[in-house]
Protein backbone atom coordinates (compact mmCIF):
# COMPACT_ATOMS: atom_id res chain seq x y z
CA UNK A 1 0.00 0.00 0.00
CA UNK A 2 0.94 3.71 -0.53
CA UNK A 3 1.61 5.45 2.84
CA UNK A 4 0.18 8.69 1.15
CA UNK A 5 -2.89 7.07 -0.47
CA UNK A 6 -6.41 8.88 0.34
CA UNK A 7 -7.77 6.10 -2.17
CA UNK A 8 -6.37 2.95 -3.46
CA UNK A 9 -7.56 -0.04 -5.29
CA UNK A 10 -5.11 -3.44 -4.93
CA UNK A 11 -5.58 -6.11 -7.97
CA UNK A 12 -8.95 -5.17 -9.00
CA UNK A 13 -10.28 -7.66 -11.96
CA UNK A 14 -13.64 -6.83 -13.64
CA UNK A 15 -15.59 -9.15 -16.24
CA UNK A 16 -18.65 -8.65 -17.85
CA UNK A 17 -20.78 -11.21 -19.80
CA UNK A 18 -22.20 -10.59 -22.90
CA UNK A 19 -24.06 -12.45 -25.78
CA UNK A 20 -21.95 -13.75 -28.16
CA UNK A 21 -24.45 -12.62 -30.72
CA UNK A 22 -27.40 -10.59 -31.62
CA UNK A 23 -29.68 -13.66 -31.31
CA UNK A 24 -27.29 -16.17 -29.24
CA UNK A 25 -28.13 -16.80 -25.57
CA UNK A 26 -24.77 -17.99 -25.30
CA UNK A 27 -22.54 -15.59 -22.88
CA UNK A 28 -19.07 -14.41 -23.74
CA UNK A 29 -16.85 -12.88 -21.29
CA UNK A 30 -15.14 -9.01 -21.41
CA UNK A 31 -12.46 -8.93 -19.21
CA UNK A 32 -12.51 -5.29 -18.67
CA UNK A 33 -10.23 -5.10 -15.91
CA UNK A 34 -7.04 -7.51 -15.35
CA UNK A 35 -5.48 -6.79 -12.10
CA UNK A 36 -5.43 -3.30 -12.13
CA UNK A 37 -3.40 -1.39 -8.97
CA UNK A 38 -4.15 2.42 -8.88
CA UNK A 39 -4.04 5.07 -5.77
CA UNK A 40 -4.07 8.55 -5.64
CA UNK A 41 -2.48 10.52 -2.87
CA UNK A 42 -4.76 13.74 -0.90
CA UNK A 43 -4.56 16.66 -2.85
CA UNK A 44 -3.34 15.08 -6.12
CA UNK A 45 -4.62 15.69 -9.78
CA UNK A 46 -4.68 12.02 -11.14
CA UNK A 47 -5.05 10.99 -14.83
CA UNK A 48 -6.30 8.00 -16.75
CA UNK A 49 -5.77 7.74 -20.59
CA UNK A 50 -6.44 5.12 -22.93
CA UNK A 51 -8.17 4.36 -26.13
CA UNK A 52 -12.01 3.63 -26.01
CA UNK A 53 -12.62 0.58 -24.45
CA UNK A 54 -9.31 0.10 -22.45
CA UNK A 55 -11.18 0.34 -18.86
CA UNK A 56 -11.34 3.62 -18.01
CA UNK A 57 -15.21 4.15 -17.17
CA UNK A 58 -14.62 0.78 -15.17
CA UNK A 59 -12.17 1.70 -13.45
CA UNK A 60 -13.79 5.05 -12.60
CA UNK A 61 -16.84 3.14 -11.60
CA UNK A 62 -15.22 0.59 -9.12
CA UNK A 63 -13.27 3.72 -7.56
CA UNK A 64 -16.90 5.16 -6.87
CA UNK A 65 -18.46 1.65 -5.85
CA UNK A 66 -20.87 1.67 -9.01
CA UNK A 67 -19.71 -2.05 -9.86
CA UNK A 68 -18.40 -3.99 -7.63
CA UNK A 69 -14.97 -5.69 -8.15
CA UNK A 70 -14.99 -9.79 -9.35
CA UNK A 71 -12.22 -9.30 -7.08
CA UNK A 72 -9.80 -7.19 -5.31
CA UNK A 73 -9.67 -4.60 -2.58
CA UNK A 74 -10.56 -0.49 -2.20
CA UNK A 75 -9.15 1.53 0.44
CA UNK A 76 -10.15 4.55 1.71
CA UNK A 77 -7.95 6.16 4.00
CA UNK A 78 -6.17 2.72 4.76
CA UNK A 79 -9.33 0.64 5.43
CA UNK A 80 -11.36 -1.61 3.14
CA UNK A 81 -14.61 -0.32 1.98
CA UNK A 82 -15.90 -3.57 2.13
CA UNK A 83 -15.20 -5.21 5.55
CA UNK A 84 -15.77 -1.71 7.88
CA UNK A 85 -18.90 -0.30 7.64
CA UNK A 86 -18.35 2.87 9.04
CA UNK A 87 -15.55 3.51 6.47
CA UNK A 88 -17.91 2.53 4.01
CA UNK A 89 -20.23 5.78 5.18
CA UNK A 90 -16.80 7.63 5.30
CA UNK A 91 -15.90 6.96 1.87
CA UNK A 92 -19.24 6.87 0.08
CA UNK A 93 -19.60 10.74 1.00
CA UNK A 94 -16.23 11.18 0.04
CA UNK A 95 -16.20 9.73 -2.74
CA UNK A 96 -17.97 11.73 -5.43
CA UNK A 97 -18.41 10.76 -9.28
CA UNK A 98 -19.40 13.47 -12.13
CA UNK A 99 -20.33 11.27 -15.53
CA UNK A 100 -19.29 12.31 -18.96
CA UNK A 101 -22.93 12.86 -20.02
CA UNK A 102 -24.36 15.81 -17.41
CA UNK A 103 -27.76 15.29 -18.75
CA UNK A 104 -28.66 11.66 -18.44
CA UNK A 105 -26.88 11.82 -15.04
CA UNK A 106 -29.34 14.88 -13.77
CA UNK A 107 -33.26 13.70 -13.04
CA UNK A 108 -35.18 15.68 -15.61
CA UNK A 109 -38.13 16.34 -13.28
CA UNK A 110 -36.06 17.78 -10.63
CA UNK A 111 -35.43 21.74 -10.25
CA UNK A 112 -31.62 21.97 -10.06
CA UNK A 113 -31.80 23.03 -6.46
CA UNK A 114 -33.85 19.71 -5.41
CA UNK A 115 -31.36 17.78 -6.83
CA UNK A 116 -28.45 19.66 -5.07
CA UNK A 117 -30.52 19.72 -1.57
CA UNK A 118 -30.77 15.43 -1.75
CA UNK A 119 -26.97 15.08 -0.90
CA UNK A 120 -26.50 17.77 1.47
CA UNK A 121 -29.39 17.01 3.34
CA UNK A 122 -28.18 13.66 3.65
CA UNK A 123 -24.63 14.25 4.66
CA UNK A 124 -24.62 18.06 6.31
CA UNK A 125 -27.31 19.19 7.93
CA UNK A 126 -31.17 19.20 8.35
CA UNK A 127 -31.46 23.23 8.47
CA UNK A 128 -33.50 24.38 5.67
CA UNK A 129 -32.09 27.76 5.95
CA UNK A 130 -28.49 26.56 5.95
CA UNK A 131 -29.09 23.88 3.21
CA UNK A 132 -30.17 27.07 0.93
CA UNK A 133 -26.87 28.96 2.01
CA UNK A 134 -25.11 26.06 0.65
CA UNK A 135 -26.79 25.69 -2.39
CA UNK A 136 -26.34 29.07 -3.04
CA UNK A 137 -22.66 29.39 -2.80
CA UNK A 138 -22.52 25.89 -4.34
CA UNK A 139 -24.10 27.27 -7.84
CA UNK A 140 -22.08 30.32 -7.33
CA UNK A 141 -18.67 28.23 -6.64
CA UNK A 142 -19.07 26.63 -10.61
CA UNK A 143 -19.44 30.04 -12.18
CA UNK A 144 -23.80 30.12 -12.69
CA UNK A 145 -26.41 32.62 -10.79
CA UNK A 146 -28.67 31.60 -8.20
CA UNK A 147 -31.75 32.25 -9.88
CA UNK A 148 -29.95 28.90 -11.75
CA UNK A 149 -31.27 27.16 -9.15
CA UNK A 150 -35.03 27.36 -10.17
CA UNK A 151 -34.36 25.78 -13.78
CA UNK A 152 -34.70 22.25 -14.69
CA UNK A 153 -31.99 20.50 -16.59
CA UNK A 154 -33.19 20.83 -19.74
CA UNK A 155 -33.14 24.46 -19.68
CA UNK A 156 -29.58 24.40 -19.68
CA UNK A 157 -26.24 24.59 -22.22
CA UNK A 158 -24.40 21.40 -22.11
CA UNK A 159 -21.44 23.02 -20.63
CA UNK A 160 -23.65 24.49 -18.03
CA UNK A 161 -24.99 21.23 -16.99
CA UNK A 162 -21.51 19.90 -16.57
CA UNK A 163 -21.22 22.74 -14.15
CA UNK A 164 -24.69 21.55 -11.86
CA UNK A 165 -23.04 17.45 -12.17
CA UNK A 166 -19.96 18.91 -10.65
CA UNK A 167 -22.12 21.56 -8.36
CA UNK A 168 -23.90 18.53 -7.22
CA UNK A 169 -21.02 16.00 -6.67
CA UNK A 170 -19.21 19.05 -4.74
CA UNK A 171 -22.68 19.35 -2.66
CA UNK A 172 -21.31 16.55 0.10
CA UNK A 173 -18.18 18.52 0.52
CA UNK A 174 -16.24 15.22 -0.81
CA UNK A 175 -12.59 15.06 -0.68
CA UNK A 176 -12.47 13.27 -4.08
CA UNK A 177 -14.32 13.70 -7.11
CA UNK A 178 -13.76 11.25 -10.18
CA UNK A 179 -14.32 12.50 -13.27
CA UNK A 180 -15.11 10.76 -16.12
CA UNK A 181 -14.59 12.61 -19.56
CA UNK A 182 -15.92 15.48 -18.05
CA UNK A 183 -15.09 17.69 -21.34
CA UNK A 184 -14.85 16.01 -23.71
CA UNK A 185 -18.75 16.91 -25.02
CA UNK A 186 -17.96 20.48 -24.66
CA UNK A 187 -16.51 23.64 -27.10
CA UNK A 188 -13.32 24.08 -26.67
CA UNK A 189 -13.95 27.64 -24.81
CA UNK A 190 -16.09 25.55 -22.40
CA UNK A 191 -13.59 23.21 -21.69
CA UNK A 192 -10.88 25.60 -20.61
CA UNK A 193 -13.22 27.11 -17.88
CA UNK A 194 -14.46 23.66 -16.53
CA UNK A 195 -10.60 22.69 -16.76
CA UNK A 196 -9.89 25.50 -14.76
CA UNK A 197 -12.50 24.96 -12.56
CA UNK A 198 -11.38 21.41 -11.50
CA UNK A 199 -7.91 23.43 -11.20
CA UNK A 200 -9.35 25.87 -8.39
CA UNK A 201 -10.98 23.09 -6.71
CA UNK A 202 -7.70 20.99 -6.64
CA UNK A 203 -5.80 24.73 -5.54
CA UNK A 204 -8.18 26.20 -3.41
CA UNK A 205 -10.15 23.54 -1.45
CA UNK A 206 -7.58 20.62 -1.75
CA UNK A 207 -10.05 18.53 -3.73
CA UNK A 208 -8.21 15.11 -4.67
CA UNK A 209 -9.11 14.95 -8.73
CA UNK A 210 -9.30 11.57 -10.62
CA UNK A 211 -9.69 12.73 -14.18
CA UNK A 212 -10.44 10.30 -17.40
CA UNK A 213 -9.54 11.60 -20.81
CA UNK A 214 -8.79 10.58 -24.32
CA UNK A 215 -7.04 14.26 -24.75
CA UNK A 216 -3.33 14.21 -23.31
CA UNK A 217 -3.72 18.25 -23.60
CA UNK A 218 -5.93 17.88 -20.28
CA UNK A 219 -3.98 15.98 -18.89
CA UNK A 220 -1.08 17.72 -19.32
CA UNK A 221 -2.74 20.69 -17.93
CA UNK A 222 -4.93 19.03 -15.10
CA UNK A 223 -2.67 16.17 -13.99
CA UNK A 224 0.38 15.79 -11.82
CA UNK A 225 0.51 11.63 -12.32
CA UNK A 226 -0.62 9.52 -14.84
CA UNK A 227 -1.95 6.07 -15.66
CA UNK A 228 -2.01 4.98 -19.15
CA UNK A 229 -4.49 1.88 -19.57
CA UNK A 230 -4.94 -0.81 -22.26
CA UNK A 231 -7.12 -3.67 -23.00
CA UNK A 232 -7.71 -3.54 -18.90
CA UNK A 233 -3.99 -3.64 -17.98
CA UNK A 234 -2.35 -0.41 -16.58
CA UNK A 235 0.21 -0.55 -18.94
CA UNK A 236 2.82 2.63 -17.69
CA UNK A 237 2.44 4.90 -14.78
CA UNK A 238 4.18 7.89 -14.22
CA UNK A 239 4.36 11.94 -13.19
CA UNK A 240 2.89 13.72 -15.98
CA UNK A 241 6.10 15.90 -17.24
CA UNK A 242 8.13 12.57 -17.01
CA UNK A 243 5.53 10.48 -19.12
CA UNK A 244 5.11 12.59 -22.16
CA UNK A 245 8.78 13.46 -22.33
CA UNK A 246 10.22 10.24 -21.67
CA UNK A 247 7.14 7.72 -22.72
CA UNK A 248 8.25 4.21 -22.57
CA UNK A 249 5.43 1.59 -22.87
CA UNK A 250 5.45 1.55 -26.96
CA UNK A 251 1.36 1.97 -26.70
CA UNK A 252 2.37 5.10 -25.00
CA UNK A 253 4.80 6.27 -27.40
CA UNK A 254 1.90 5.92 -29.79
CA UNK A 255 -0.33 7.70 -28.29
CA UNK A 256 1.53 10.76 -27.17
CA UNK A 257 3.00 11.11 -31.15
CA UNK A 258 -0.33 9.95 -32.80
CA UNK A 259 -2.84 12.90 -32.66
CA UNK A 260 -6.27 10.78 -31.85
CA UNK A 261 -5.94 7.49 -30.28
CA UNK A 262 -6.36 5.54 -33.52
CA UNK A 263 -6.91 1.97 -34.03
CA UNK A 264 -3.58 0.59 -35.48
CA UNK A 265 -3.73 -1.93 -38.14
CA UNK A 266 -2.52 -5.53 -36.53
CA UNK A 267 0.62 -6.36 -36.90
CA UNK A 268 1.21 -9.78 -35.21
CA UNK A 269 -1.11 -11.76 -35.89
CA UNK A 270 -1.71 -15.04 -33.55
CA UNK A 271 0.47 -13.64 -30.83
CA UNK A 272 1.14 -15.50 -27.23
CA UNK A 273 2.09 -13.04 -24.84
CA UNK A 274 1.02 -12.19 -21.53
CA UNK A 275 1.10 -8.22 -23.22
CA UNK A 276 -2.24 -6.72 -24.38
CA UNK A 277 -0.57 -4.72 -26.78
CA UNK A 278 1.75 -7.76 -28.19
CA UNK A 279 -0.32 -7.74 -31.66
CA UNK A 280 0.00 -4.10 -32.52
CA UNK A 281 3.83 -3.27 -31.49
CA UNK A 282 6.43 -2.51 -33.45
CA UNK A 283 8.71 -4.26 -31.07
CA UNK A 284 6.97 -7.52 -30.60
CA UNK A 285 9.32 -10.28 -30.35
CA UNK A 286 9.66 -13.84 -29.02
CA UNK A 287 10.61 -12.56 -25.18
CA UNK A 288 7.15 -10.93 -25.15
CA UNK A 289 5.82 -13.95 -24.57
CA UNK A 290 7.42 -14.27 -21.67
CA UNK A 291 5.20 -13.33 -18.34
CA UNK A 292 4.99 -9.12 -17.78
CA UNK A 293 4.72 -7.68 -14.79
CA UNK A 294 4.70 -3.78 -13.99
CA UNK A 295 7.88 -2.95 -12.51
CA UNK A 296 9.52 0.37 -11.41
CA UNK A 297 11.69 1.31 -14.00
CA UNK A 298 12.52 5.03 -12.50
CA UNK A 299 11.14 6.72 -9.50
CA UNK A 300 7.78 6.52 -9.66
CA UNK A 301 8.18 5.30 -12.85
CA UNK A 302 5.89 2.32 -14.08
CA UNK A 303 6.04 0.16 -16.84
CA UNK A 304 4.62 -3.22 -18.00
CA UNK A 305 6.80 -3.81 -21.34
CA UNK A 306 9.20 -7.03 -21.44
CA UNK A 307 12.10 -4.84 -22.88
CA UNK A 308 12.41 -3.15 -18.75
CA UNK A 309 11.91 -6.58 -17.34
N1 LIG B 1 -22.00 -2.73 -18.53
C1 LIG B 1 -21.24 -3.40 -19.40
N2 LIG B 1 -21.64 -4.56 -19.96
C2 LIG B 1 -20.86 -5.26 -20.82
N3 LIG B 1 -19.63 -4.85 -21.20
C3 LIG B 1 -19.17 -3.71 -20.69
C4 LIG B 1 -19.94 -2.91 -19.77
N4 LIG B 1 -19.21 -1.81 -19.42
C5 LIG B 1 -18.06 -1.93 -20.11
N5 LIG B 1 -18.02 -3.04 -20.87
C6 LIG B 1 -16.89 -3.50 -21.72
O1 LIG B 1 -15.71 -3.41 -20.96
C7 LIG B 1 -14.64 -2.87 -21.74
C8 LIG B 1 -14.14 -1.57 -21.09
O2 LIG B 1 -15.17 -0.60 -21.21
P1 LIG B 1 -15.06 0.87 -20.59
O3 LIG B 1 -16.38 1.51 -20.73
O4 LIG B 1 -14.50 0.76 -19.21
O5 LIG B 1 -13.98 1.52 -21.56
P2 LIG B 1 -13.49 3.04 -21.64
O6 LIG B 1 -12.00 3.01 -21.56
O7 LIG B 1 -14.21 3.87 -20.66
O8 LIG B 1 -13.91 3.43 -23.14
P3 LIG B 1 -14.42 4.87 -23.72
O9 LIG B 1 -13.17 5.69 -23.94
O10 LIG B 1 -15.06 4.49 -25.01
O11 LIG B 1 -15.37 5.48 -22.75
C9 LIG B 1 -15.20 -2.67 -23.13
O12 LIG B 1 -14.86 -3.81 -23.89
C10 LIG B 1 -16.69 -2.59 -22.91
O13 LIG B 1 -17.39 -3.06 -24.04
MG1 LIG C 1 -15.54 5.49 -20.83
Do not use: W
Request: net charge positive.
Amino acid sequence: MNPLAILECNNIFKSFDISSTFISKSKVKVHALNGVNFYVKRGEIVGIVGESGSGKTTLAKIITNIYKPDSGNIYFNKKNIHKDSESYSEYRKNVQMVFQDPYSSLNPRLKIISTLKDGIKQYITNNKKEIHEICKSLIKSVGLEEDHLYRYPHQFSGGQRQRISIARALSVDPEVIVADEPVSALDVSVQAQILNLFKKLNKEKNKTIILISHDLAVVNFLCHRVYVMYKGFVVEMAETEKLLKNPLHPYTYQLINSKHLQVDEVKNENVKSSCPYAERCKKYSAKCDNEIKLIEVGKNHFVRCAYYE
